[in-house]
């Protein structure tokens, strides 16, 4: 059994950071495209297919994936940008959905309404930091694939 050794070694592949955000991209979509097979959203699923293709594309360091994850991950930062301010809108639901569970506060009801209501506003909470937190994220990725070094880690197709 021989063992080969690469003659050339700027041909092998060093480890990039820019490329955990296609990786991250890429598990999200995964999961979301499942979410939206087993509830029949046929429109998002595509959308989740035209995602995870370029994620894998930008993975192989396919020169046609780069500029399709710039624009794509501009396009989800301004996605993420609108649904948090849309869901900032809701802040004061949570305060009023709790006003009319303590109305209801006597009964066994009104303690499970609270419940849910705590548990929603953490699901809500937590999905609105996830939005935050992506937006630079996204732009930081957008900016690293346009860089000159990351640039030349493309190859053309052959």
């Not at 495209?33 to 293709?53: D, F, P």
């Not at 699901?123 to 994220?137: E, N």
């Amino acid at each position: 059994m021989s063992l080969t050794v690469r003659a050339d070694p700027s041909s092998a592949r060093r480890f990039a950071v820019w490329v955990i955000g296609p990786w991250v991209l890429l598990f999200f979509a995964a999961m979301g495209g499942l979410q939206y097979l087993r509830h029949a959203e046929y429109v998002y699923l595509l959308a989740a297919i035209v995602v995870i293709v370029v994620c894998a594309g930008c993975i192989l360091r396919q020169a046609w994936a780069r500029p399709a994850m710039r624009a794509l991950a501009v396009v989800l930062a301004l996605l993420a940008l609108l649904t948090s301010v849309s869901m900032l809108l809701q802040w004061g639901d949570f305060e009023r959905a709790r006003q009319h569970a303590l109305a209801l506060a006597q009964t066994q009801l009104g303690e499970i309404a609270l419940w849910m209501i705590a548990r929603a506003q953490r699901t809500w909470q937590i999905g609105l930091a996830l939005r935050v937190m992506a937006i630079p994220l996204l732009l930081w990725l957008t900016w690293q694939l346009g860089r000159p070094s990351v640039r030349a880690q493309f190859r053309p197709r052959r």
